[in-house]
Every structure is written in C-alpha cells, then in structure tokens.
C-alpha cells in the first residue's frame, strides 16, 4: 500500500507510452476516427489500446486508494497540507482526461457521455451538421492538454517531499505490467457501434470508473451533480484547516554549531531545511514535521562532545540532544547491560523515546556501549516510516553508507524495524 504513489507514475507513463502510438496510428477527423480505431483491433494495437484502457482504469482505482489511504492516516493538516491540498485538483484532471479520451473513439458511448456531458452543462445537444473536424481537433487537443497539466501538477504534488519515491519496486512494477497485458489479451477492449447523431443511444455499456457521472445525473438532475462535485472538492481543499493543529515546535538552528554541510537539507523528509546565502541552515516551520532526522544528521550531534551543554547546530527545541544524552546517562546508571531506543510509535516502557528512529545519531550507540552497556537496541516503526524516511536513512547511516555513519567497531545485526548493536 505505500507505494500507490509510485504505482500512480508508472501507470502514467504506461498511459503515455500507449498513448503516443495510439495517436500516431489514430485519424484526427470526425469521419475517420472510428475507422482508424476499428484498423486497431488487431494483434498489436488493439492490445495496446486494451492496455491503455485498462490503465486508465487501474489509475483511478490506484488513484482514489491513495487518496482514502492519506486521509485514514491523517495525512493532510500542518506540513503535509500543501501535498494535499495540491492533490485535489489532480483528480479533476484525471477524471476529464479519461472522459475526453472516450469520445475520440467516436462510437454510442461517446455519443452518451458527450450528450450527457452537453446536458449537464445545460448546452443544446450536438446534431449531425455540427460534427465537425474542427470540434474533433478539440477533443485531441484537450486529451493531449490535460494529461501534460496533470503530469505537471504530480510535480508540484511532489515538491514538499524529500527523496519522492515515483518508480514503484521493480517486482511490483513487472507484476501490474504482466497483470495488464494479460487483461488486454483475454479481455481486449473493443468499441460500440459508429455514433449514429440521428438517433440516441441505447444499451450503452458505460465505463463506471470514468462516467459514473452520467448514471448519476440522471438520478437525480444536473444541479444536484454539480452541487456534489463541488462539496467533495471544496470538503477535500479545506480539510487540512478542519482538522485541530498539532502543536508542532519546528526545528531551530544554532548557527554558532552550524557548519553548513547540508546534511540536514537532503535528509528532511518534508524539504523544512534549506541553506541560506550565509550557508547555515535554514528550517520553514510551517513545513517542519518535527521529526528530529535533520538532528540525526548533524556533526554537531555527537554525545562524545567534550563540552558541559550539548547543543546541536539544528535539533527540536522540544527534545534537545542534551536532553537525550542526559537519558542515556540516567538509563547507563540504572540498566547498564541493554539500552533500548524507540521511535514513540514503538516506545515501551523503559525505552528512550524518540521522534523518529533518525534523529538518534549512530554516534550515541557507540557513545552507549563505549559507556557500559554490552548491547543497544533499536526499535523502529513496524511498517512505514511516520516520516516517511526515517527507516531508510537508518539503515543507510547503520550500513556505512550514508553520513553520520556508525563507525565500524561497532557490529549491526537487523531483524525486521529492530537494530541490535555490540562492539566488536
């Protein structure tokens, strides 16, 4: 389930991949357009149209699963508002790119959606005259527009995250595309009848992912549809100010123990941290989840400093590294033969709480065991990171791969989101 978002990209690309040889083959005229669709339906192209019409389904369903997903985990007030609330009007493009990309295939069910559409909007019905290459040339232009505006809009989506994950596990990936193909393959899509402007269109076999509208406009009327669409959409921009605030204390900067090294601008999760002209670091609170990885990610974080106050170049006003150095001390005293730290999601009693697995810097685990204590622990989240990358900076600092890097005198064994560390 965490990487709906990545499925969502892949599936985006398989659209516009799709796509371009699809238009490449597809007549842009009223009067041959459902021509060069039917010259489709053979081997190659008609199971890359299957394909595209598949993904496109699956990209709603994608798509509203990551949705009810963000909002069931409460990911959508404070430093996450503007990825949400920059997510909204991505499902309106979604939803009018795939309705346009059904009236290019100029049969009954376009006429459907179509008229519908023109009902809804209060617009007189088109006749046969009216159907024009010029009207068609429209409908290319915004299948064409909306889908570029939607992808320029997923990057926007994007632009509060840190390290975005957009190209979903490889196993993952092959899976959706061999589950496609398959789909396309033994249940190819094929069209309706020619659009008929003489008569109306019966029996039409309606995609429910993409018209869901029309079925229910016409249960109760175009006014009470348009009225629904704007209260979901207006319920979803305002919901992050709905909800009450978290009491969130941003991260602050010393710049008297700020170097300038940036290691906490390409850690922060939710791009809080940049560096300004005079190179220190600089924290957007409204941005700031404090999590504590920036602190993590500190030189200045190390316990073996050798001064009276520790204080860090960047780090939670809230839960300083002095004061995490001082529980350590006090849980050395009481149990030296195990130290434990856990994210506050994990934190039992006897543990040292942290925000964020990250924000311990590998540098306390030596501190720990150099210290007294035979072994650490560390227990982090269980799934998914609560800050999304918290697991994965510290397995990357644990394995010596990323700075602050745990030295290698100390030997790291993981089992599942726990950490267990002795000297060697």
Request: proline share 5%; with cysteine.
């Amino acid at each position: 389930m965490k990487h709906l978002g990545a499925l969502g990209f892949l599936l985006f690309w398989i659209l516009a991949a799709s796509g371009i040889y699809l238009y490449v083959r597809f007549d842009t005229s009223a009067a041959g357009a459902y021509a060069s669709i039917g010259e489709l339906e053979w081997w190659f192209g008609g199971v890359l149209r299957s394909v595209h019409r598949y993904a496109a389904d699956l990209f709603v369903v994608i798509t509203l699963l990551h949705l009810v997903r963000e909002a069931w985990n409460n990911r959508f007030r404070g430093f996450r508002a503007f990825t949400w609330i920059s997510g909204v009007p991505l499902l309106w493009l979604l939803y009018a790119s795939g309705l346009i990309g059904y009236w290019l295939v100029w049969d009954t069910r376009s006429q459907f959606s179509f008229s519908a559409t023109l009902e809804s909007l209060d617009l007189d019905p088109v006749k046969a005259e009216q159907v024009s290459d010029r009207l068609f040339s429209l409908f290319v232009f915004l299948h064409i527009g909306l889908p570029l505006a939607l992808l320029a809009g997923m990057w926007v989506h994007l632009q509060r995250l840190g390290r975005p994950q957009t190209v979903p596990p490889r196993a993952l990936a092959c899976g959706v595309a061999v589950m496609l193909l398959a789909t396309a393959i033994l249940r190819p899509a094929v069209s309706e009848p020619a659009w008929d402007p003489t008569q109306a269109p019966r029996n039409v076999a309606v995609d429910w992912f993409y018209q869901f509208i029309h079925p229910l406009m016409y249960a109760t009327s175009p006014g009470i549809l348009w009225v629904s669409i704007f209260v979901v959409s207006a319920v979803l921009l305002v919901l992050p100010y709905l909800s009450k605030p978290q009491g969130i204390l941003a991260a602050q900067v010393d710049p008297a123990n700020c170097n300038g090294c940036g290691r906490c601008v390409a850690d922060c999760p939710y791009q809080a941290v940049i560096l300004s002209d005079k190179k220190k670091a600089l924290v957007f609170s409204d941005r700031c989840a404090a999590c504590g990885i920036c602190a993590g990610a500190c030189p200045s974080s190390t316990p073996f400093r050798s001064i009276r106050e520790l204080v860090s170049g960047i780090e939670l006003p809230d839960l300083t590294m002095q004061e995490l150095r001082r529980k350590l001390q006090a849980a050395l005293a009481e149990r030296p033969a195990e130290v434990v730290f856990a994210c506050e999601a994990n934190a039992k009693a006897g543990a040292i709480a942290l925000r964020c697995l990250a924000m311990l810097p590998p540098a306390f685990v030596e501190y720990a065991l150099r210290n007294g204590a035979r072994r650490v622990r560390l227990i982090g989240c269980e799934d998914e990171c609560a800050y999304r990358l918290g697991m994965d900076l510290s397995a990357e600092r644990f394995a010596a791969r990323r700075e602050p890097r745990l030295r290698a005198t100390v030997r790291a064994e993981r089992n599942g989101n726990e950490y267990t560390f002795a000297l060697r």
